[in-house]
T-cell receptor
Framework: RKEVEQDPGPFNVPEGATVAFNCTYS??????FFWYRQDCRKEPKLLMS???SGNEDGRFTAQLNRASQYISLLIRDSKLSDSATYLCVVNDNAGNMLTFGGGTRLMVKP | DAGITQSPRYKITETGRQVTLMCHQTWSHSYMFWYRQDLGHGLRLIYYSAAADITDKGEVPDGYVVSRSKTENFPLTLESATRSQTSVYFC????????????FGPGTRLTVL
């Protein structure tokens, strides 16, 4: 079983749609959680950190459920520029290491 | 330029050859990392370094060698390249205690024929 699992997609949505991605992690001792964005043939970049209380950054909302070991990312009012792969990332607090999910690909259509 | 850079950006080599991928960062980050990214596997950690002269294995270290004589450089060497090492290689760095975010270089696309 992978340590961080995501639905690979692709999710094909029209502009303006709301889309949600989910992620599960296996290490209950994990301490930090992130969503990274990766554009085609580019490097991953931090989109947002995920906090226990949930957090929002503009059209993006991240939620963490420690009991279920589940992380989510909600994107409202999708833009064409949101098309990318979204990586769920977990820091299990073992020496500053990050574990990456396989990514969920989003394609926003006009 | 400030940031994290990788060279070469693209490399084609043959089985059995030695290849070195370079990574350079200007932030004086203590930690540096090497990942490979393959379809179906996502990003996997090859090696990491907590400081100059301190390196340790990640998830998939076999066939790779690293060194870190200076804080800003973290070269990755494939001692005898194999076709299974065809991949995109990303270098990253971070400074623990400043949000845990890792900053990635632009990647090196390596093809082993």
């Amino acid at each position: 079983r992978k340590e961080v699992e995501q639905d690979p997609g692709p999710f094909n949505v029209p502009e303006g749609a709301t889309v949600a991605f989910n992620c599960t992690y296996s290490n209950s001792a994990s301490q930090s959680f992130f969503w990274y964005r990766q554009d085609c043939r580019k490097e991953p970049k931090l989109l947002m950190s995920v906090y226990s209380s949930g957090n929002e950054d503009g059209r993006f909302t991240a939620q963490l459920n420690r009991a279920s070991q589940y992380i989510s990312l909600l994107i409202r009012d999708s833009k064409l520029s949101d098309s990318a792969t979204y990586l769920c990332v977990v820091n299990d607090n073992a020496g500053n290491m990050l574990t990456f999910g396989g990514g969920t690909r989003l394609m926003v259509k006009p | 330029d400030a940031g994290i850079t990788q060279s070469p950006r693209y490399k084609i080599t043959e089985t059995g050859r030695q290849v070195t991928l370079m990574c350079h960062q200007t932030w004086s980050h203590s930690y540096m990392f090497w990942y490979r990214q393959d379809l179906g596997h996502g990003l996997r950690l090859i090696y990491y370094s907590a400081a100059a002269d301190i390196t340790d294995k990640g998830e998939v270290p076999d066939g790779y060698v690293v060194s870190r004589s200076k804080t800003e450089n973290f070269p990755l060497t494939l001692e005898s390249a194999t076709r299974s090492q065809t991949s995109v290689y990303f270098c990253a760095s971070n400074l623990p205690g400043q949000g845990d975010e890792q900053f990635f270089g632009p990647g090196t696309r390596l093809t082993v024929l």
